[in-house]
C-alpha cells in the first residue's frame, strides 16, 4: 500500500513537472514600428500589436509584461528564454520556423519601397542598380534585398530599427526603403514626416524571404502556451476585439489586406 501511494505522488509529480501554469508572459518586442508597437512618452508600449497582446492576456488571465529587444536579436533571445513570445509584427517565413514556432496568423503583412515624390525607381534591381536602400537589421526585407538587390549593384544599408531607416530617407542618405506596406503607410506616409514620400511601385513579393503573415513566435517547447494563445485569438476574432481594436488604428482590413 506504502509503494503504491508513493508511485501515485511520483506520478502527480511527473505530471505537474511537464504542465507550467502560466500566471506571467514575457514579451519580447522593437519597439520602433508605429502603428504596430512604439513607446510612447511615459515609457510604455503602446500600438495596435500592443493593445492586442493585452486582450490576448486578458482572455488567458495572464499578466503580460514588455521587454525591448532589437529586431536582429529577437529570436535569439526568445530561445535563451529572455521572455516567453515574440509579438513584434513577426513575419512567418521558412527559415524562422526552423527555429521557433508560430501562432496563428495576427495579420497580412505585405513589403513595399517608398522613395521621394516623383521618383521613378522601381523595386527592381535593375531600376535601383548604383541607389542605396534602407532596411531594418533582422527584418524580412533585408533578407528579400540581400538575396535579390544587393548582388545585382544595389547598396543595402541595414538598420538597427525602423525609425533610424526613415530618419536617413528623410535627411536624403538614402534613396529609398523597402518595409512592411502597412507599418510604412500608417506610420510615415500619413505623418507628418512621410509628406515628401510616396509608394515606390508596387508590392514586392517573395514566399521564401518576405513570407505571408505575422504571427506570434514562441519557442517549440511551448506548446501549451502556443494553444493557449490560438485559442485567445479566436475569442478576440469571434467577440469582435479584433476589429473593433483594427478600426483604431487601420482603415483596410489587416488582417486580409490582399
Not at 505585405?110 to 542605396?132: C, E, F, N, W, Y
Not at 543595402?156 to 518595409?179: C, E, F, K, S, W
Not at 511551448?222 to 485569438?233: F, I, P, R, S, V
Request: hydrophobic share 40%.
Amino acid at each position: 500500500m506504502k509503494k503504491y501511494a508513493v508511485g501515485v505522488v511520483l506520478a502527480v509529480m511527473a505530471s505537474g513537472a511537464m504542465a507550467k501554469e502560466w500566471k506571467t508572459v514575457r514579451i519580447g518586442v522593437d519597439a520602433s514600428y508605429p502603428p504596430f508597437e512604439s513607446i510612447a512618452p511615459g515609457g510604455q508600449v503602446v500600438g495596435f500589436d500592443a493593445d492586442l497582446t493585452r486582450a490576448l492576456c486578458a482572455k488567458m488571465n495572464v499578466k503580460c509584461v514588455w521587454i525591448p529587444q532589437d529586431l536582429d536579436g529577437i529570436i535569439p533571445a526568445l530561445k535563451a528564454r529572455k521572455f516567453d513570445i515574440i509579438v513584434s509584427s513577426l513575419t512567418v517565413t521558412d527559415q524562422r520556423r526552423e527555429q521557433i514556432d508560430f501562432s496563428d496568423k495576427l495579420f497580412d503583412a505585405p513589403a513595399r519601397m517608398i522613395a521621394k515624390k516623383g521618383s521613378t525607381l522601381l523595386p527592381t534591381a535593375q531600376s535601383l542598380k548604383g541607389k542605396r536602400i534602407g532596411v531594418e537589421q533582422g527584418s524580412t526585407q533585408e533578407a528579400f534585398a540581400k538575396a535579390y538587390w544587393e548582388p545585382k549593384g544595389v547598396t543595402i544599408v541595414p538598420y538597427q530599427n525602423q525609425d533610424q531607416v526613415y530618419a536617413d530617407l528623410a535627411t536624403g542618405r538614402l534613396d529609398a526603403a523597402l518595409q512592411d506596406e502597412l507599418q510604412a503607410d500608417a506610420g510615415f506616409l500619413k505623418t507628418p514626416r512621410g509628406k515628401d514620400f510616396a509608394w515606390a511601385g508596387p508590392e514586392v513579393k517573395d514566399p521564401k524571404t518576405i513570407g505571408e503573415g505575422t504571427a506570434i513566435g514562441v519557442r517549440k517547447e511551448d506548446g501549451e502556451l502556443k494553444a493557449m494563445l490560438n485559442k485567445a485569438l479566436a475569442q478576440v476574432h469571434q467577440d469582435g476585439t479584433f476589429t473593433k481594436l483594427e478600426k483604431q488604428y487601420f482603415d483596410v482590413d489587416i488582417y486580409e489586406s490582399r
